[in-house]
T-cell receptor, first 114, second 111 residues
Framework: DAGVIQSPRHEVTEMGQEVTLRCKPI?????LFWYRQTMMRGLELLIY????????DSGMPEDRFSAKMPNASFSTLKIQPSEPRDSAVYFC????????????FGSGTQLSVL | GQQLNQSPQSMFIQEGEDVSMNCTSS?????WLWYKQDPGEGPVLLIA?????ELTSNGRLTAQFGITRKDSFLNISASIPSDVGIYFC???????????FGTGTQLKVEL
């Protein structure tokens, strides 16, 4: 199994630019999660989907952030416009969605907004 | 958002020593999981616990689900250099697969 695949691994952009992060969950997993990790706040859940439907987006910091899951094998997290305080590592994770709560994480996208 | 408190925050030990760390919460959880994160990588699941009092091992790792449901413990026996990393606990409530993560314990092993 290839695991959760995220792209790009690193992204450097300028303030005001649009950023799109991509995720391919493990095949057969029905739940997908986007997390953000910073030194100050640790791992924070931004949003999660069950069967491609957003269930809880209460962790999305503001309207500049949006996430979509058009099908079971692909999700995007978009930041528009980006700001320096968005600099962090963004992780995608997936699980079977059957309640055992075992999340499997991708390698993350290191985002730097200058 | 809510975070679980882990202690110690960091530890520096000698190779071969046993390691203990814990995770506490003011809230009850129905599931406890332990993850390890290496630099530049995502967290990797080590152990999952589903019942209060449960004791589960994975090689040199042993974790316990606290009886109060508000804490969990992770022990590593005979540490080796590749144990270096950040260990996170995570608590789940059983609904919606949402996990709350701890603040992390950074482990450094001296040869």
């Amino acid at each position: 199994d290839a695991g959760v695949i995220q792209s790009p691994r690193h992204e450097v952009t300028e303030m005001g630019q649009e950023v799109t992060l991509r995720c391919k969950p493990i095949s057969g997993h029905n739940s997908l999660f986007w997390y953000r990790q910073t030194m100050m706040r640790g791992l924070e859940l931004l949003i999660y989907f069950n069967n491609n439907v957003p269930i809880d987006d209460s962790g999305m910091p503001e309207d500049r952030f949006s996430a979509k899951m058009p099908n079971a094998s692909f999700s995007t997290l978009k930041i528009q416009p980006s700001e320096p305080r968005d600099s962090a590592v963004y992780f995608c994770a997936s699980s079977t969605g059957q309640g055992n709560e075992k999340l499997f994480f991708g390698s993350g996208t290191q985002l730097s907004v200058l | 958002g809510q975070q679980l408190n882990q202690s110690p925050q960091s530890m520096f030990i000698q190779e071969g020593e046993d390691v203990s760390m814990n995770c506490t919460s003011s809230s009850i959880f129905n599931t406890w999981l332990w993850y390890k994160q290496d630099p530049g990588e995502g967290p990797v699941l080590l152990i999952a616990l589903y019942k209060a009092g449960e004791l589960t091992s994975n090689g040199r790792l042993t974790a316990q689900f606290g009886i109060t449901r508000k804490d969990s413990f992770l022990n590593i026996s005979a540490s080796i250099p590749s144990d270096v990393g950040i260990y996170f606990c995570a608590g789940g409530t059983g609904g919606g697969n949402k996990l709350t993560f701890g603040t992390g314990t950074q482990l450094k092993v001296e040869l």
